[in-house]
């Protein structure tokens, strides 16, 4: 027993009676709360602690007092209610919420969601129309504005608790329910009853997963009232967000029933006027009260990750084209090109919207401006980076186009039946291996090779017609040269489709000859694509000027030099897409030229590069009016 009671008072007998005065060492802290994970609380306050406070307004919570020793905790219990009421006082009796700098990480494993959706929608559907083009649009703005009502309360109120996480997963479940809906999702409804059918119930189902999404957030917006309870002037924004949301769950809840009873596109166009009024009440709120205000949280990084996530969608679509044109490993000088601008162009957009991202705060006045351009910005630059991999893949296949014409009429006119015999032969070798290409290395066929044989022997009969005396010889080169064309139409279709480009459906579905499918091809699909690509390239330069204006605070002449020369780029970029549909004889050749010729992507990488380099001259000469030669302020810079 004596022995045992040395060895207690050996490691022992020097502690404190009181298990909650032991002092532990920084390591051993450490390492407790690395091997034993906090336990989460089941709800947990929004409102700022006092050691919150200290850390955002520099002040200091005695831990001693006046004579050196260790406060005790009534004392310090009441320097930490000392703060409080001096700062609620500050605020005018408005509650101070916790701030947080940074995104947490279950914020941006929520990103992750937004980012397979966008990728997953992308992937399924060709933009080759206006039909497709506005289901592509539509669908992002119902996705990004459901992103833009979560991101906007976890920036404010987002804290961690059972609560809150098991919000968050159905949040998930949301997301997840975009991606089930997305494959259906299809504006233009077309003759067909059972696609028209399926479009419905996508579009009814898509209605009630943004209400299970609006009540959601209804819910979260409770238990943060329930926090903010004793703050009255709380009361009032709080209950306007929760009828704003409660208002549009109701209406999801009611287009659900009006698809397919009344006029379907009134009930889309309501989607995106509900969608848009939710965000633009909610942001005006938040505006007008202090502690519901952006500043000091970490909404301009959240749009920024959410460009990045964008942007990064565009360098996907152009690996994914690379992989597409370089599967023969044959590289020309136009692909080449075609690559490097793609890479210049999102390099460009990239420098465009960060180097001018003032990332301390955004005023409460601006904020509602700054935070809706993001969504006609970032459908900007979502077309621009979705025309660029598709134009890639379209240069490539021109270039096929281009061969394929080389081996069908850069060959002489047969002259007799044995140069015939080496015209077919030279045709029918040729041609095979023009369908091998696709059939060689990383590729394969996703669509059948066309049957020629038809066509070989009706140019075989009609070159023979040439021979035979008392023929008239014109009649019977023009049919050989139409049976030509026609093999043309079958390689140059089948090269399509197995690129990926695709003619609008509704054109297609029923044609059985090449040569309409080649004409939906160049009329409507290029097209589609060369006016998104240019109308948003020059919108992508126009929206990064207002983002600008809006978003920096001390702006000087230089500032605004760069925004009216960005906005003046933008509008000539933009202008590029009238001959696409200009009646003009003039516009129409031009246009034919430029479809043929490799520089569409060089022209807006030229644009974008010099609009870059003046935005670096400008920055400098902001500088230096700023700071001076001498690196002082002079007395007029601002």
């Known amino acids: 027993m004596a022995l045992t009671a040395k060895i207690r008072d050996i490691f022992i007998g020097h502690l404190p009676k009181n298990p909650k005065q032991i002092l532990v060492a920084e390591d051993d802290a450490t390492h407790f709360s690395i091997a034993h994970p906090k336990v989460l609380p089941w709800f947990s306050s929004p409102l700022a602690t006092v050691h919150d406070h200290q850390h955002r307004h520099g002040e200091v919570v005695q831990e001693h007092t006046s004579n050196g020793s260790l406060a005790s905790e009534p004392e310090r219990e009441k320097q930490d209610a000392h703060v409080r009421t001096r700062h609620l006082r500050a605020a005018d009796g408005e509650p101070e919420l916790k701030r947080a700098h940074e995104s947490s990480v279950i914020q941006l494993f929520y ?62 479940g949301v997301m997840t329910g975009f ?49 903010l309870r004793k703050h009255r002037k709380a009361w009032a924004p709080m209950a306007i967000h929760m009828l704003v949301l409660l208002v549009a769950a109701m209406i999801f809840l009611g287009l659900f029933f009006s698809f397919g009873r009344a006029s379907d596109d009134s009930s889309i166009i309501a989607w995106y006027v509900v969608i848009t009024l939710e965000a633009c009440v909610i942001l005006m709120i938040s505006g007008k009260y202090k502690f519901l205000s952006f500043r000091r949280t970490c909404i301009v990084e959240r749009l920024g990750l959410l460009t990045l996530i964008i942007l990064g969608e565009g360098v996907i ?67 621009l980076v979705e025309g660029v991999s598709q134009l890639s893949v379209w240069r490539k296949l021109i270039d096929y186009w281009d061969s394929l014409g080389n081996i069908l009429f850069l060959i002489p006119d047969p002259t007799d039946e044995e140069t015939l015999k080496q015209y077919l032969e030279y045709v029918q070798e040729n041609m095979t291996q023009f369908v091998d290409v696709f059939n060689e290395g990383l590729n394969h066929l996703k669509y059948v090779p066309p049957d020629l044989s038809a ?88 929206l990064t000027g207002v983002l600008f204006l809006f ?24 202008l590029v897409s009238i001959m696409a549909t200009s009646n003009n004889p003039d516009y ?50 601002v």
């Open 111 to 172: 990103d992750l969601f937004f980012v397979a959706n966008l990728t997953t929608f992308t992937s399924v559907h060709e933009i080759n129309d206006a039909d497709t083009l506005k289901s592509y649009v539509g669908f992002f703005g119902i996705l990004w504005f459901t992103w833009l009502q979560v991101a906007l309360f976890d920036i404010r109120f987002g804290v961690d608790s059972v609560f809150e996480r098991i919000c968050k997963g159905a949040q998930f």
């Open 179 to 227: 991606a089930v809906v997305g494959p259906a999702y299809n504006a233009g409804f077309g003759d067909d009853p059972t696609k028209s059918a399926q479009a419905l119930q996508a579009f009814q189902t898509l209605s009630m997963i943004l209400m299970v999404s609006r009540l959601i957030l209804l819910a979260q917006y409770s238990a943060v009232l329930f926090w």
């Open 588 to 637: 129409q050749w031009s246009y034919s030229i430029y479809f043929d010729s490799p520089w569409i992507l060089p022209t807006a990488t030229i644009v974008f590069a010099v609009v870059v380099i003046v935005d670096n001259i400008l920055i400098n000469y902001v500088r230096r009016l700023v700071t001076g030669k001498d690196g002082y302020a002079p007395a007029n810079a």
């Open 317 to 383: 679509g152009l690996c994914s084209s690379i992989q597409k044109v370089g599967t023969d490993q044959k590289f020309g000088s136009d692909i080449i090109g075609m690559i490097i601008c793609g890479v210049v162009i999102i390099y460009t957009q990239w420098m465009l919207y960060f180097d001018q991202t003032e990332v301390e705060k955004v005023g409460t006045i601006r904020q509602l401006i700054w935070t809706i351009v993001h969504f006609p910005y970032h459908v900007s630059i979502l077309l």
């Open 551 to 574: 978003g920096k605070r001390h702006k000087v002449r230089g500032d605004y030099l760069n925004i009216f020369f960005r906005t003046l780029m933008g509008v000539g970029l933009t």
């Open 455 to 542: 066509n070989l022997t009706n140019l075989e009969y009609f070159w023979n017609q040439t021979f035979e005396p008392g023929v008239n010889v014109t009649n019977a080169t023009n049919d050989a040269y139409e049976t030509l064309n026609a093999i043309y139409f079958q390689g140059a279709v089948f090269a399509a489709e197995n690129f990926g480009v695709e003619a609008p459906e509704a054109m297609v579905e029923h044609a059985t000859d090449p040569t309409q499918i080649l004409d939906a091809l160049i009329t409507q699909t290029f097209q589609t694509i060369f006016l998104y690509f240019f109308v948003c390239a020059g919108l992508s330069l126009i």
